[in-house]
């Protein structure tokens, strides 16, 4: 009885450990690599500023030095904590590397400002791609031995093979 209870209380932790994992990378891609925290210890630009020896790992003491010295950078009143809006100006700090990467992609022609053209390259490359996926689909459609028509051929061979 114990033992029924513990493998399905494991299980349980089991799925709420992936079910965390799951979250951390889905938000991790949304905040910078923040809240990444699969391969390794965090991902990013928060990697990088705790990784003091440049070795490509964060230990307990590195993190800890680390965020201590942040807290101290940033605690603007000199309290000992970090406020909400201190806190703010430690994150964008962290962030301001992959807004500038995002920056520099729209910038296409390197003047330092995103043109409106700049701005709506992305939707008009979207706009392209649906185009183009549109028209393998009617082309596969209208040739006979392709696209699906392959797949039925290959899979009337396997069936063919299993008699």
């Known amino acids: 009885m114990m033992q029924g209870g513990g493998s399905g209380m494991m299980g349980d932790m089991s799925g ?3 079910k965390m994992k799951n979250m951390h990378q889905m938000h ?3 905040m910078g690599g923040m809240g990444n925290m699969g391969s390794g210890m965090m991902g990013g630009a928060m ?3 705790l990784d003091a020896d440049g070795d490509g ?3 307990p ?3 800890r030095e680390q965020m201590q010295a942040k807290l101290a950078e940033y605690d603007s009143d000199g309290d000992g904590t970090l406020s909400i809006s201190e806190f703010e100006v430690l994150h964008s ?4 590397e992959k807004m500038v990467d995002k ?3 729209l910038d296409a022609d390197g003047d330092g400002a995103i043109t409106s053209d700049e ?3 992305p939707a008009k490359k979207m706009e392209r791609m649906q185009k183009m996926r549109s028209g393998m689909m009617e082309q596969m459609q209208r040739q006979p031995g392709t696209g699906q028509g392959m797949g039925s051929d290959m899979n009337d061979a396997d069936d063919s093979g299993d008699n």
């Open 93 to 96: 700090a962290m962030i301001r």
């Open 103 to 105: 920056f520099q992609h």
């Open 57 to 59: 790992n964060v230990t």
């Open 16 to 18: 709420m450990m992936q």
């Open 28 to 30: 991790g891609n949304k």
């Open 119 to 121: 701005m709506t390259a």
């Open 47 to 49: 990697m990088q500023m």
């Open 61 to 63: 003491e590195e993190m």
